[in-house]
């Protein structure tokens, strides 16, 4: 049984930097893929980042430059630091991780998900 837990987020002021985590637990967790997602109220649900269990990172152009996803050392967590927010960046940030790879259509698993809010 997968499961993905996400933890760090919150309210932050524009321009400010948040880092979400998400711990993933289960059979061969190193070898998912995993993956950011976001949803903002009355949007669809986005692909944000992802990196491949062999370390290969992909970023939605909206924030290339300024978001970074990262693998810890055991391949069980992942991170998401975030810099130069803007207020469009608010939603609903969700982890998710894939045994095919960090480019499927859909993901597998997905954890509950962790707000973040841009706002002055």
């Known amino acids: 049984q997968v499961q993905l837990v996400e933890s760090g987020g919150g309210l932050v002021q524009p321009g400010g930097s948040l880092r979400l985590s998400c711990t993933h637990s289960g059979r061969a967790f190193s070898n998912y893929a995993m993956g950011w997602f976001r949803q903002a109220p009355g949007k669809e649900r986005e692909f944000v980042a992802a990196v491949s269990w062999s370390g290969n990172k992909f970023y939605a152009d909206s924030v290339k430059g300024r978001f970074t996803i990262s693998r810890g050392n055991d391949k069980s967590t992942v991170s998401l630091q975030m810099t130069s927010l803007k207020p469009e960046d608010t939603a609903v940030y969700y982890c998710?991780?894939?045994?095919?790879?960090?480019?499927?259509?859909?993901?597998?698993?997905w954890g509950q998900g962790t707000q973040v809010t841009v706002s002055s």
């Open positions: 998710a991780s894939d045994s095919r790879g960090p480019t499927v259509a859909e993901y597998q698993n």
